[in-house]
């Protein structure tokens, strides 16, 4: 049978087709059993054969869509298609073959249904074009889905507080999380020309390979809770804690993955930790030294001022040219000096007392320095002041805070031998309530062996008569007494940093002070 006679029998009843089509009854019962829909159209665009898929697709029931206009039968459904037709038809010669692709979208008895539709140009010599359908509501709907879950999960991702890094087996990145940009200082086009390796030391990244496929660190293809650096993008080392694991597909490696948490804040805190049990332990053994400082001192101060009275009496009597006179001398010299040594214990002990008030930090480190900038041993020391305005006052005694002040920049004066940098700042921290005041020197730094010590009574580094190893822990003392901490941190190369933190005044609504 020709193409023609097909096309001739096609405007006849479907069950008289079958008979007449012979030979070709299998083609045709290939046609109406697809479940694609099938539609022969004229070049007149009026349809000629639609089978059941696509009759049951446009709504309609099979044979009723037979001698109807296609502009009618997609008029409810999409009229887009229509006019792409007929403009593939004028724009086109008889010769060219063409093909459109689109989508249809309607509503059939209440149920939401989405073709897609294909239209092929007329077999060169023929009358007619095709017009194929396919129901892909299903899987519209899975795609849908898919990208809902997809969303949901990119944005669980980028949404962790964690670092997260995938990359497949040759170390191209696959995933790199907001998490791990804003650890590791990369912006998200930059991420993109990034290999794994360039985000760890040398090696590393290889030795965490071989420890995911070991058994040995939470089974193989995994590896839990394990401490390393990695590179932040200005080459600095960051501390983190990481887990992470291999994904196979059908036991093959394809890919790798990490989960990355920050330790610095972690790291800070145990560092504080640290320190204010060093400071408590370092408060208890004063308040002892203290109460055993306050004995001896009042101990030895009456036999002193006996000393001294006598001393001087003697000499008095004694005329100027005698041989007892420098003796006697040195014997009052030492004596006075014995006498600051009580001062200090004094000090040490609070066994002095002194007022409190609203004090300015800033002031307090201008008037220390107007005192000893003009000294000798301060001629070569270049002092770089680096006072926030608008500090704060917090509740103390301005006399007493000089004394710490001066304690720690001639220390650091005497550290440089006279020739350095001396830099001071201040600012207020945390939310407003803490005003901080940090001195550094450029000075050889303190041994670390000796770190710990510096604020025992009586130790020091200088020369035997030098010093008497009371100012830092007088200081130490003083600081306690303002509510405040003292820390040092001292290195060959940055010379020794102290830190002082005081609380602010917390004004009540009264306008009164919670001093």
Same mark, same amino acid.
């Given at each position: 049978?020709?193409?023609?006679?097909?096309?001739?029998?096609?405007?006849?009843?479907?069950?008289?087709?079958?008979?007449?089509?012979?030979?070709?009854?299998?083609?045709?019962?290939?046609?109406?059993?697809?479940?694609?829909?099938?539609?022969?159209?004229?070049?007149?665009?009026?349809?000629?054969?639609?089978?059941?898929?696509?009759?049951?697709?446009?709504?309609?029931?099979?044979?009723?869509?037979?001698? #109807? /206009? =296609?502009?009618?039968?997609?008029?409810?459904?999409? *009229?887009?298609?229509?006019? +792409? &037709? !007929?403009?593939?038809? $004028?724009?086109?010669?008889?010769?060219?073959?063409?093909?459109?692709?689109?989508?249809?979208?309607?509503?059939?008895?209440?149920?939401?249904?989405?073709?897609?539709?294909?239209?092929?140009?007329?077999?060169?010599?023929?009358?007619?074009?095709?017009?194929?359908?396919?129901?892909?509501?299903?899987?519209?709907?899975?795609?849908?889905?898919?990208?809902?879950?997809?969303?949901?999960?990119?944005?669980?991702?980028?949404?962790?507080?964690?670092?997260?890094?995938?990359?497949?087996?040759?170390?191209?990145?696959?995933?790199?999380?907001?998490?791990?940009?804003?650890?590791?200082?990369?912006?998200?086009?930059?991420? #993109? /020309? =990034?290999?794994?390796?360039?985000?760890?030391?040398? *090696?590393?990244?290889?030795? +965490? &390979? !071989?420890?995911?496929? $070991?058994?040995?660190?939470?089974?193989?293809?995994?590896?839990?809770?394990?401490?390393?650096?990695?590179?932040?993008?200005?080459?600095?080392?960051?501390?983190?804690?990481?887990?992470?694991?291999?994904?196979?597909?059908?036991?093959?490696?394809?890919?790798?993955?990490?989960?990355?948490?920050?330790?610095?804040?972690?790291?800070?805190?145990?560092?504080?930790?640290?320190?204010?049990?060093?400071?408590?332990?370092?408060?208890?053994?004063?308040?002892?030294?203290?109460?055993?400082?306050?004995?001896?001192?009042?101990?030895?101060?009456?036999?002193?001022?006996?000393?001294?009275?006598?001393?001087?009496?003697?000499?008095?009597? =004694?005329?100027?040219?005698?041989?007892?006179?420098?003796?006697?001398?040195?014997?009052?010299?030492?004596?006075?000096?014995?006498?600051?040594?009580?001062?200090?214990?004094?000090?040490?002990?609070?066994?002095?007392?002194?007022?409190?008030?609203?004090?300015?930090?800033?002031?307090?480190?201008?008037?220390?320095?107007?005192?000893?900038?003009?000294?000798?041993?301060?001629?070569?020391?270049?002092?770089?002041?680096?006072?926030?305005?608008?500090?704060?006052?917090?509740?103390?005694?301005?006399?007493?805070?000089?004394?710490?002040?001066?304690?720690?920049?001639?220390?650091?004066?005497?550290?440089?031998?006279?020739?350095?940098?001396?830099?001071?700042?201040?600012?207020?921290?945390?939310?407003?309530?803490?005003?901080?005041?940090?001195?550094?020197?450029?000075?050889?730094?303190?041994?670390?062996?000796?770190?710990?010590?510096?604020?025992?009574?009586?130790?020091?580094?200088?020369?035997?008569?030098?010093?008497?190893?009371?100012?830092?822990?007088?200081?130490?003392?003083?600081?306690?007494?303002?509510?405040?901490?003292?820390?040092?941190?001292?290195?060959?190369?940055?010379?020794?940093?102290?830190?002082?933190?005081?609380?602010?005044?917390?004004?009540?609504?009264?306008?009164?002070?919670?001093?």
């Amino acid at each position: 049978m020709t193409s023609s006679a097909i096309l001739s029998t096609t405007n006849r009843d479907p069950v008289s087709l079958v008979d007449d089509l012979g030979p070709y009854h299998y083609l045709h019962t290939i046609l109406e059993e697809t479940p694609n829909g099938v539609m022969v159209v004229g070049v007149d665009h009026v349809v000629i054969h639609a089978n059941p898929a696509a009759s049951r697709f446009l709504g309609a029931t099979y044979g009723d869509l037979l001698g #109807k /206009s =296609l502009d009618e039968v997609l008029e409810s459904h999409n *009229g887009d298609l229509f006019l +792409l &037709i !007929k403009d593939n038809f $004028s724009s086109q010669t008889k010769a060219t073959k063409w093909k459109i692709r689109h989508e249809l979208e309607f509503n059939h008895g209440g149920e939401r249904r989405i073709l897609s539709v294909a239209v092929v140009s007329p077999p060169t010599g023929q009358d007619y074009y095709l017009i194929y359908f396919i129901d892909i509501t299903q899987q519209k709907t899975l795609e849908g889905q898919l990208r809902r879950r997809n969303a949901f999960f990119h944005n669980l991702i980028d949404s962790s507080v964690d670092g997260i890094i995938a990359s497949d087996m040759s170390g191209r990145i696959m995933l790199f999380n907001q998490g791990a940009q804003s650890l590791l200082g990369y912006n998200e086009e930059e991420t #993109k /020309s =990034l290999h794994v390796t360039g985000l760890y030391n040398e *090696g590393v990244a290889y030795g +965490l &390979i !071989k420890r995911m496929r $070991s058994d040995l660190f939470g089974g193989k293809g995994k590896l839990l809770r394990h401490e390393l650096r990695v590179k932040h993008k200005d080459g600095s080392d960051i501390p983190v804690s990481f887990s992470g694991g291999i994904i196979y597909d059908r036991n093959r490696e394809i890919a790798t993955f990490g989960l990355f948490t920050d330790l610095r804040a972690m790291q800070q805190i145990e560092e504080n930790l640290e320190q204010t049990h060093k400071m408590l332990l370092q408060s208890e053994k004063m308040a002892g030294l203290g109460r055993l400082a306050a004995g001896v001192a009042h101990e030895i101060n009456n036999p002193m001022s006996g000393i001294m009275l006598y001393s001087n009496l003697i000499q008095e009597e =004694l005329e100027e040219d005698h041989p007892s006179i420098p003796d006697l001398e040195t014997i009052i010299h030492e004596a006075e000096r014995c006498k600051v040594i009580v001062a200090d214990l004094l000090e040490f002990s609070h066994q002095t007392t002194y007022e409190m008030e609203h004090v300015d930090l800033n002031d307090v480190v201008q008037k220390t320095l107007t005192v000893l900038q003009h000294q000798p041993l301060f001629q070569n020391i270049e002092i770089t002041n680096q006072l926030s305005p608008g500090l704060p006052p917090i509740y103390g005694n301005a006399i007493r805070l000089n004394q710490v002040i001066m304690n720690i920049v001639v220390n650091g004066a005497q550290a440089m031998e006279g020739v350095g940098q001396l830099t001071i700042t201040s600012h207020v921290r945390a939310n407003q309530d803490i005003n901080e005041i940090i001195i550094q020197d450029s000075g050889p730094g303190i041994d670390a062996k000796l770190l710990e010590k510096i604020f025992d009574p009586f130790f020091t580094t200088k020369e035997q008569g030098q010093g008497t190893g009371l100012g830092l822990s007088v200081s130490y003392a003083i600081v306690k007494e303002h509510k405040g901490t003292i820390r040092v941190k001292s290195s060959p190369e940055t010379g020794t940093v102290f830190t002082l933190k005081f609380p602010v005044v917390l004004e009540t609504l009264t306008g009164e002070s919670n001093g």
